[in-house]
């Protein structure tokens, strides 16, 4: 009964907390106006943090969906997975490996040494982070939570016929597109409203069962 109770206390946790804490996180995320100035400790830090952060994102959108079956729910696993591998990777290189090499030009006082590496990975086609490109990875993990969170909001309409409900899913299916960034505002807007639905629809959970299929 306790591993019973703890688990089904823990999955609302999950899937309400994780999209909350990474919209917070995101709050913090510098924007690299001046890449060779940031603030690489807070840099660093947020970077770090998005690593879980996204694929535990991924994972509370396909439970939102737990104990359907379909194309809906299957459809939204294979975008979540996207978004998962190819939004950590981007993450991680455009972010961490970026934050690392400026970093260590800033302790050694050696700019022009260390800014052509930097700008080899800040500019890349595929994990690149500079402001006006779309990198590759970026894309597609822009593309795939779209698809993923219009999958939810179709599966929602279906059951819960709640306008607010579709509204916020669709604010956080396009957020990441339109402002091209998962900084201020394009992040924190996707990442909290998916949170405010999430919260939405596990309080309805508790109170009521859901159609196992859509």
């Not at 290189?93 to 030009?105: D, H, N, R, S, Y």
């Not at 709640?162 to 996707?190: C, E, Q, R």
């Amino acid at each position: 009964m306790k591993v019973q109770s703890r688990r089904s206390i823990f999955l609302p946790v999950l899937v309400v907390g994780a999209p909350l804490v990474l919209a917070i996180v995101e709050l913090f995320h510098p924007q690299p106006h001046d890449l060779m100035h940031l603030d690489t400790r807070i840099w660093l830090m947020v970077h770090y943090l998005q690593i879980p952060l996204f694929p535990l994102a991924a994972l509370s959108v396909c439970m939102l969906l737990r104990g359907r079956s379909g194309f809906l729910p299957e459809l939204v696993w294979a975008s979540m997975f996207v978004f998962a591998v190819s939004f950590t990777a981007f993450d991680t290189a455009a972010g961490v490996v970026t934050g690392i090499l400026v970093k260590e030009a800033q302790s050694t006082g050696m700019f022009e040494a260390w800014q052509q590496p930097i700008m080899t990975v800040w500019r890349h086609r595929i994990v690149g982070g500079a402001p006006g490109t779309s990198p590759l990875l970026a894309v597609m993990g822009s593309v795939a939570w779209s698809v993923g969170l219009v999958g939810v909001a179709v599966g929602v309409w279906r059951t819960q016929r709640s306008w607010i409900l579709v509204l916020l899913l669709i604010v956080s299916a396009f957020g990441l597109s339109l402002f091209k960034t998962h900084a201020w505002p394009g992040g924190p807007i996707s990442f909290g409203a998916l949170g405010m639905a999430a919260m939405w629809l596990e309080r309805k959970r508790l109170r009521e069962p859901v159609a196992s299929t859509l």
